[in-house]
């Protein structure tokens, strides 16, 4: 097979949207699976849209996913400058060359002129879109002012048909008599998307274009623009669509669908990567995998021609499976970031961070809820109100300044020799484990879950035990009773 050259290609919006990801994932995996080379190219010919901040985010994103460009902005490669508004001499060279070989011509005709043929055109009340006819298609006098503003038009066939077999769809072929002469350059000398996409592909060698099926309108054209150029094309795959749950296209009033969203409410990259390959692509029933396995396994032929729909519960569950796919110090060291968030600062080798993970990482899905989850070891414990309300009430401050007492004697302080303490102790003052469970969790953690009551004073340890025990003890004495 000759080399493997896939691209990306995004315009810089604000935040990278997920379905936009997964194109470039399937790109970026079948570079990876064939020794490929992975292209990244901003199109940014929307100058309004396209600021320093949101081709950054672009750049962030694609780094916290891991999905590393062999080619592209702050990497170089041959075939650059890799963002489009740096090679507009490109465009102008090959659009000269159009208008050479008869393939394009300088449209001069004016806003005023191409709004009254759309006037003209609506009152014969004809179907269908309005399309202009440029009267510069053949045209060979020069315009009057020979300073007036032009834009460079391709000239369209309209016999025969264009079309091509897809990689995820059948056969698409569409009649050129629908084609228009479609503009190639602005005055600016700035290129539409269709001519600049082709112009790109084909100066950086691409061998595959992978994007989302909103584009299978622009693949006739751009076929006919290959042509005219006297090119290749380079194989076509269309994806279908994310969907949101309820059919529609997947957007910002349905889920969070920037990437970088994700990372700040604690998913892991790879499991990103996992939940987006799945939307779209499958591998019989297997639904966890590594990113080596994505590697290995994807293929085109896998893609599925329908849409994916957006599940947010199947996302935090493949979530979930990666977190458990972490050791524990990874986990700490991914932690540390969302204990900051929440005003806790300590190092990822904290022992104690360290000895806790084990016990929170069952009941974690993101990383975020492994902060939370730890976050009692650290600092003051703060009380939830109903806890608090409930087991923090005066005939439980006995037991709780009782059990403070008895702890303090113990040691080793593990968590085996607490449980067997604690138990003869309830056995000798015919305590049920009920009665004083539930106050000393709430003593120790704030919360009325966590982890077994041993394990989390073992973490703990026993000066932060006691001192809570003891404390808790005070405050349920104090309390009254509603
Ligand atoms: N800039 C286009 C987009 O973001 C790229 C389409 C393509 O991959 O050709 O939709």
């Not at 309004?48 to 950054?56: L, P």
């Not at 709004?115 to 009340?125: D, N, S």
């Not at 996302?315 to 968030?341: C, G, K, S, T, W």
């Not at 939830?384 to 302080?413: C, I, Y």
């Amino acid at each position: 097979m000759s080399e493997v050259r896939v691209r990306f290609a995004p315009s810089p919006t604000g935040y990278l949207h997920i379905g936009g990801v997964r194109t470039a994932l399937y790109s970026w995996l079948w570079a990876r699976q064939n020794d490929g080379t992975f292209i990244l190219r901003i199109e940014d010919t929307d100058r309004e849209r396209s600021t320093e901040e949101s081709i950054r985010i672009v750049l962030d994103s694609m780094r916290w996913l891991g999905l590393d460009w062999d080619e592209g902005p702050e990497v170089g490669g041959d075939h650059g400058p890799y963002v489009q508004s740096e090679r507009l001499d490109i465009y102008a060279d090959y659009a000269e060359r159009l208008i050479q070989s008869g393939h394009a011509y300088r449209c001069y005709a004016t806003k005023e002129e191409i709004a009254e043929a759309r006037e003209a055109f609506k009152k014969t009340g004809a179907k269908g879109g309005f399309r202009f006819q440029s009267p510069w298609r053949d045209r060979t006098d020069p315009p009057e002012d020979p300073n007036a503003r032009y834009v460079i038009r391709f000239r369209a066939p309209h016999e025969g048909s264009t079309g091509w077999d897809d990689e995820v769809k059948d056969r698409i072929d569409v009649p050129n008599e629908t084609q228009q002469d479609f503009i190639l350059l602005r005055p600016d000398g700035m290129p539409l998307y269709n001519f600049g996409c082709v112009v790109d592909d084909l100066t950086m060698g691409v061998t595959l274009v992978a994007r989302g099926d909103d584009h299978v309108i622009n693949t006739a054209p751009q076929i006919l623009l290959y042509q005219a150029l006297g090119a290749e094309h380079p194989k076509f795959a269309h994806m279908p669509m994310v969907l949101a749950p309820n059919g529609e296209k997947l957007s910002k009033r349905h889920a969070a669908v920037g990437v970088l969203e994700y990372r700040d409410m604690g998913y892991l990259p790879d499991a990103v990567l996992n939940y987006l390959a799945r939307l779209g692509w499958s591998h019989g029933d297997q639904e966890i995998f590594t990113r080596e396995e994505l590697i290995e396994k994807f293929s085109w032929d896998r893609v599925g021609s329908t849409a994916g729909r957006y599940d947010s519960k199947k996302f935090l569950y493949v979530q979930e499976e990666h977190l458990r796919m972490l050791l524990d110090a990874e986990i700490a060291r991914l932690a540390v970031p969302f204990l900051a968030e929440i005003g806790i600062d300590v190092a990822a080798d904290d022992p104690v961070l360290l000895e806790a993970i084990p016990y929170v990482k069952p009941r974690a899905a993101t990383l975020a809820d492994v902060a939370n989850a730890v976050s009692y070891f650290f600092g003051e414990v703060e009380f939830e109100e109903k806890g608090k309300r409930k087991f923090l009430v005066p005939e439980n401050a006995e037991n709780l300044l009782g059990l403070a007492e008895l702890v303090q004697d113990v040691e080793p302080f593990e968590k085996g020799k607490l449980d067997e303490v604690v138990k003869s102790w309830l056995e000798a003052n015919e305590l049920p484990m009920k009665k004083v469970a539930q106050p000393a969790r709430v003593a120790m953690t704030g919360r009325t879950r966590s982890p077994g009551l041993f394990e989390v004073m073992e973490v703990l340890g026993k000066d932060k035990t006691v001192e809570r025990l003891r404390a808790a003890a005070e405050l349920a004495a104090s309390a009254t009773a509603d």
